[in-house]
């Protein structure tokens, strides 16, 4: 990994929705015990079973969280876009990470010290309340990726997965870009890539979708929400 210092670091924390609560004055000390680095694509940024030195902050690109195993198949348990966090859990519990982390796309992240995340935390009990807010909201999301991957069939995984990146008021057709590759969402989804293909496919022939490389065409996002599977 490349250290990367062309950035304000202070500019960039102030910018994140859990650091937003801090003064410039409050930030300094955080931003003189973080570290910037730019990570290529594919890149690891670590490895399931490294022990945590901070919490990471994704400024730009991607960052996939998966659980590797010894055939070489991954599980993937989150994408994390800019201004997401991750690896703050083990952080506070001084474990070794349960899963690797590894760029998709050329990615700059932050390496916030955990001795002055505690530091800051203890001076400050708003962003107290925004850590275990955010902890929270992780664990609201692995429940419900929990629930999806494990009662519902292989076509309702992918429209529920589609339905979430539809805007809000989704009537007419409308477009999404798929954040990542067809088998990382596959594997998030925990399906096979040849399953998760197959249902774009049953979904293209019955009229709902159209599939255009990277990006989806959603006909009727009504129809898509309400399809009988």
Partial sequence: MIQETRHSIVEILSRQPLFSVLSDAELQPIAAETREFRARKNEMVFLKGDMPVGMHVVVMGQVKLFIPSSSGAEKVVHMCGPGSTFGEAVVFLDKAYPVSAQATQDSIVLLVSKTVLYESMEANTVLCRKMLASLSMRLHTLLEDMETCTMRTSAQRVICFLN????????????????????????????????????????????????????????????????AV
């Fill in 164 to 227: 979430q990146l539809a805007p809000a008021d989704a009537h007419a057709p409308f477009e999404i870009a798929l954040p990542t590759s067809k088998q990382t969402i596959a594997s998030q989804l925990s399906l096979a890539p040849e399953t998760f293909s197959r249902v774009l496919g049953h979904l293209t022939e019955a009229g709902l979708i159209e599939v255009r490389g990277r990006s989806i065409l959603v006909m009727d996002a009504t129809k898509l929400r309400n399809y």
